[in-house]
Structures are given as structure tokens and as C-alpha cells.
């Protein structure tokens, strides 16, 4: 079981339009960050792509991704699922929908901004097959558990994906660690976590949050993402304990 880390930048991604790099190294290729998003896939190569970000076609072309098997919202803000028109051509050759699932709230908001997706328009076939989390916890062999996480004055779901013997989790845009995300994130294998800049943030999980939550989960591998311009690569390897990884995009890692 793998996860591919599609896009490791915050929502205006590294560098920022205007060529801005903050504090990020521009000749160090891990500093240009697109949108967050992972992609998980088991020995069988079942994939499941977590979020569609403003990114995605670039970020599938980049790691040559041309199928998936389900796709899952963490919630719908817009560096999360603006590129949700791309999955059209993964629809491409499928006899049904795509699966896909996000929390009740989500699926709301989702269906009310990109209706043609869910629903068909025009002769054109429905591109994914919505559903809520609530009474799902198998997709294409993975086993799925999810809790809410606050998000300042919102909310996003952590996932853990669970195939082969093996777990990764998935905790991005929270701004609080709660006893739901610890007992979900318990003991997993990889977890991939909000890291957006070493000041606390209102709505964001910062450095220390970011490594007390893969304390306090057990975690065997922590990789930091939604990365802002102030984290520079190379300084924060320098920086992080020896089982945090600095994420970067098209970054693999086999759990």
C-alpha cells in the first residue's frame, strides 16, 4: 500500500501568483507546491484520490495517473475541489459513476456548486455517484473510517484507509486535535497532516500541532503538507524529528 502526495501547497500553492516565494528557496524543486491532494493505492492497484484541487490535471499528468477507483472530500473549499471538472475524462470507458463521498455537509455543497457532476446534463453521463460517509466503510477493497476535525469555524473529515495490513491517514485543514482524530488516527502506518507554517493559525494546524498530533497518535510516519511560503524545504528537514517527512508534490511513500 502507497500514497502519492499529488499537491503539498496551501490554497495560493508556492510560488504565489507574482512569482512571491516568501521564505522557500526558489532553485529547490520541493518548494513549488501545487494544492493539496493524496492518492492512496493497495497492492491489488486499487487507487482512491483524496480531494480534486485546483491542480489536478496537472498533478495526474505529473505522476501518470489515468484511473481511480473512488474519490473522497475532505470539504468544499475551493483549493479542495475546484478541479472536480477534470474527473470527466477518468469517467471515460467506465461502465457506471465514479464513487464518491464526503461528509453530509459536503455532499451538500457540492451537489448545490457542481450539480452537471452528480446529475448529468445534456446527454452527457453522470461523472460521479455521490453519496455521504455515513454508511459506507468499504470503497474498490479499502477499508474507510473518517471523523470530523474543526476548521476554524468549519469543518473537514480525516480519513484512514485501511488495505494490505496497512494504514494511511489522511488529516488536512484542522485547527484543533480532538479525542474523535486521536482514536481514528491511532497506530496508523503513514499520516499525512496540515502543516501550513510554524506561527499557530486560526483555522490551520502549525508546526508543533502538526508533530503533536503524530505523537499522540503513534503514527509511524508523519508527512507535513499544506505547506505555506514560509517552509522552506531544506530548513524545515533540519528542523522536523527523524519520523516527520517534509512533503512535497509527487512524493510516494510505501506503507
Not at 81 to 103: N, Q, T
Amino acid at each position: 500500500m502507497k500514497v502519492i502526495m499529488l499537491g503539498s501547497g496551501t490554497s495560493t500553492g508556492v510560488p504565489r501568483i507574482g512569482d512571491d516565494w516568501g521564505e522557500c528557496d526558489p532553485k529547490e524543486p520541493k518548494n513549488r507546491r501545487t494544492r493539496v491532494s493524496i492518492l492512496v493505492e493497495s497492492n491489488d492497484g486499487n487507487r482512491l484520490v483524496i480531494d480534486t484541487s485546483t491542480d489536478m490535471r496537472q498533478q495526474f499528468l505529473a505522476n501518470n495517473i489515468d484511473r481511480i477507483d473512488g474519490v473522497f472530500w475532505t470539504h468544499d473549499h475551493a483549493d479542495h475541489c475546484h478541479g472536480i471538472d477534470d474527473l470527466r475524462v477518468l469517467r471515460y470507458g467506465r461502465k457506471d459513476a465514479l464513487p464518491g463521498y464526503g461528509s453530509a455537509e459536503t455532499v451538500r455543497r457540492l451537489r448545490q456548486r457542481f450539480d452537471y457532476v452528480f446529475a448529468g446534463q445534456h446527454g452527457y453521463p453522470t461523472i460521479v455517484k455521490l453519496d455521504t460517509l455515513d454508511h459506507m466503510r468499504m470503497c474498490a477493497g479499502f477499508g474507510v473510517e473518517w471523523c470530523q476535525m474543526p476548521h476554524g469555524p468549519t469543518q473537514s473529515t480525516a480519513f484512514r484507509f485501511d488495505a494490505d495490513g496497512k494504514s494511511i491517514s489522511y488529516a488536512t485543514d484542522f485547527s484543533a486535535i480532538t479525542d474523535e482524530m486521536i482514536d481514528l488516527l491511532d497506530g496508523t502506518d503513514i499520516l499525512v497532516t496540515d502543516c501550513l507554517r510554524r506561527d499557530p493559525h486560526p483555522t490551520h494546524a502549525h508546526l508543533a500541532m502538526a508533530i503533536e498530533l503524530g505523537e499522540r497518535t503513534n503514527a509511524g510516519t508523519t508527512v507535513l503538507s499544506h505547506l505555506d511560503k514560509s517552509m522552506d524545504y531544506a530548513t524545515l528537514v533540519n528542523e522536523v524529528p527523524e519520523n516527520v517527512i517534509v512533503g512535497y508534490d509527487g512524493l510516494e511513500i510505501v506503507a
